[in-house]
C-alpha cells in the first residue's frame, strides 16, 4: 500500500547556536517560525557565517515520505521547487531514500527554512517558501493518485485552499484515504472554518500536536482525542515526552515515548507520522502502527536535524520487525 506525500519543497538550512544572541541580532524572536522575504533570507545566511550549518532536505511532508522509504516502504512526493541547486539536491535526496520523486518545476529559487536551534533544543525557523506553495490542482494528475492507497497532505497549504480541497476530492472519488497534518497551532487559529468543514468532509486519518488539537477543539489533549475521532475515522495526537494518544473510531488508546532527553525536537512528528503511516501500509494494527511512529520519534530527537542517520536505519528495522512480530 503506497503512501503519497504532498507538501512544501524545502531545503533545511540547520545551524545549531551556541547561545540565544543571534536570534536577538536578527530580530527573530526564540520559538517561532517567521516567514521571510528571499531579501530576509540573504541577511541570515550571513549571520549563519559563524555558525556551525548543515543543509538537508526539509519540509515536514517530504520528510516523512523519505522515513517511509528508508523503512522499506513504497512512497512518493509532489512538491515544488525552483530551477537552482537546491532543487536538484533536494531531487537527489528524495531518490537516494528510494523514494518516487513528483517535483514540480518553476522558475527562480527554490524554498528553504533556516532553523536555528538553541542549547536547550528549542528550534526557531525562518522559512522562504519560493514556488513551494503554488501548485495548481490540474498539476496533480489522477495518474499519479491512482498509484497510491493513502494520499498525505501537510497542514500548511491550507493556505492554498484550492489545491487542498479539490484534491482531497479527487483522491477520495479515486479511493484513497486522506491524511492531513494540522502543521501548527496558528495555521489552525487562522484557517479553522476551512479546517473545521474539509477535515469531517474528507479526511480518514488527523495528526496533531497538543496545542494544535487544543487550538481546533478548545479542548486539553485527553477531551480532544474524543473529539476529533467523532469527525475522522483516526486521529493521532502526539505530547512530547508523554507519548502519544490514539483514538481509532470508538477506542482510545496512549502509546509511550522513546528516545529519552531530547537532544533537538526537530522532526519528532514528521517521524512518528512516518512510522504510523509506514505500518499502515504494511497492514499493522493501530497500536502497532503507533509504536513505530514513536519509535522513530525517539530516534530523530537523539540528533541535530530531522534526519535520522543513515547508520540507524538497520537497527531501526529491527525493532519494527520485532513491534510487527
Not at 556551525?52 to 509532489?78: D, H, Q, V
Not at 503554488?134 to 484550492?162: F, H, K, M, Q, S
Request: proline share 4%; hydrophobic share 40%.
Amino acid at each position: 500500500m503506497k503512501v503519497l506525500g504532498l507538501g512544501n519543497a524545502l531545503v533545511d538550512v540547520l545551524s545549531q547556536l551556541e547561545s540565544d544572541d543571534m536570534l536577538r541580532l536578527i530580530g527573530i524572536q526564540k520559538g517561532a517560525m517567521d516567514m521571510i522575504t528571499e531579501k530576509q533570507m540573504g541577511i541570515i545566511r550571513k549571520y549563519q557565517e559563524g555558525c556551525k550549518t548543515t543543509k538537508a532536505p526539509g519540509g515536514s511532508n517530504c520528510n516523512t515520505m523519505r522515513a517511509i522509504a528508508l523503512l522499506g516502504g513504497e512512497s512518493g512526493f509532489i512538491g515544488k521547487v525552483g530551477d537552482d541547486d537546491l532543487a536538484r539536491f533536494y531531487e537527489q535526496a528524495i531518490e537516494a531514500a528510494g523514494a518516487d520523486s513528483w517535483l514540480l518545476r518553476s522558475n527562480g529559487p527554490s524554498g528553504s527554512c533556516t532553523v536555528f536551534i538553541s542549547p536547550d533544543g528549542e528550534r526557531t525557523m525562518g522559512t522562504f517558501l519560493g514556488p513551494a506553495p503554488t501548485i495548481r490542482p490540474e498539476e496533480i494528475t489522477d495518474e499519479i493518485l491512482r498509484a497510491y492507497y493513502i494520499i498525505y497532505i501537510e497542514g500548511y497549504l491550507v493556505v492554498n485552499e484550492a489545491l487542498v480541497r479539490e484534491t482531497m476530492a479527487r483522491a477520495k472519488r479515486l479511493g484513497l484515504r486522506v491524511a492531513l497534518d494540522l502543521a501548527n497551532y496558528n495555521i489552525v487559529n487562522a484557517f479553522k472554518p476551512l479546517l473545521q468543514e474539509i477535515v469531517p468532509q474528507y479526511v480518514d486519518i488527523l495528526f496533531c500536536n497538543a496545542s494544535e488539537a487544543e487550538a481546533f477543539t478548545g479542548e486539553e489533549p485527553r477531551a480532544a482525542i474524543r473529539s476529533l475521532a467523532g469527525l475522522v475515522d483516526t486521529v493521532a495526537i502526539t505530547l512530547g515526552k508523554e507519548g502519544a494518544l490514539i483514538g481509532h473510531q470508538a477506542d482510545v488508546f496512549q502509546v509511550e515515548a522513546e528516545g529519552g532527553k531530547p537532544i533537538d525536537t526537530t522532526g519528532a512528528g514528521d517521524n512518528f507520522a512516518a512510522g504510523f503511516l509506514y505500518g499502515l501500509s504494511v497492514g499493522a494494527t493501530w497500536e502497532q502502527a503507533a509504536r513505530i511512529g514513536s519509535c522513530l520519534a525517539g530516534e530523530v530527537i537523539r540528533v541535530i536535524g530531522p534526519q535520522i542517520p543513515a547508520d540507524r536505519w538497520e537497527q531501526i528495522k529491527l525493532k519494527v520487525k520485532s513491534i510487527l512480530a
